[in-house]
């Protein structure tokens, strides 16, 4: 039997070529919609952070019967937990995906400590912080240190 190769059995077919190139560009595709979608979903996923972080501090306080706080800048926060030697750090500092802003003439009581700080009677100081990236719509958190935490 004669093994050599035939010249029609060489190389690849216009098929083959045509799945590569249709694969390639619904990877293509995929990868700039994901980039063009995140930061439009930064203030959200800030939003939500934020708000689930809040609540879980509050609980914990209450429960605890322990001053926790939040001490939130720009670029990110950290969750805090007041003991007898000041404010203590509670893991490790969290990072926005976008910006924020903390308004309303909230501000740290103590050198290094939060900006927003919650009771063990489920009170907190009041605040309001907003959350963008770029040009999008930001979106808004506000607590009034009765209730816990609302957002638009």
């Given amino acids: 039997m004669d093994q050599r190769?035939?010249?029609q059995d060489t190389g690849?077919?216009?098929?083959?070529l045509l799945v590569v190139v249709a694969i390639l560009a619904v990877l293509g595709v995929g990868v700039s919609l994901m980039a063009v979608r995140a930061p439009q979903a930064a203030p959200q996923q800030d939003q939500t952070?934020?708000?689930?972080?809040?609540?879980?501090?509050?609980?914990l306080s209450v429960q605890g019967q322990a001053v926790h706080g939040l001490q939130v800048s720009p670029s990110g926060w950290q969750a805090m937990r007041r003991d007898g030697d000041g404010w203590q750090p509670l893991g490790q500092p969290q990072r926005w995906q976008g910006r924020a802003l903390l308004s309303g003439g909230t501000r740290a009581y103590a050198p290094g400590g939060p900006q927003i700080v919650l009771l063990p009677?489920?009170?907190?100081?009041?605040?309001d912080i907003r959350f963008?990236?770029?040009a999008d719509r930001a979106r808004a958190c506000r607590g009034?240190?009765?209730d816990g935490v609302t957002c638009d």
Avoid: I, M, N, Y
């Fill in 5 to 7: 190769l035939r010249p």
């Fill in 12 to 16: 690849t077919t216009l098929v083959e």
């Fill in 49 to 59: 952070r934020f708000r689930t972080t809040f609540t879980r501090l509050q609980d």
């Fill in 121 to 127: 009677s489920g009170q907190s100081t009041p605040f």
């Fill in 132 to 134: 963008a990236a770029g």
């Fill in 144 to 146: 009034t240190g009765w």
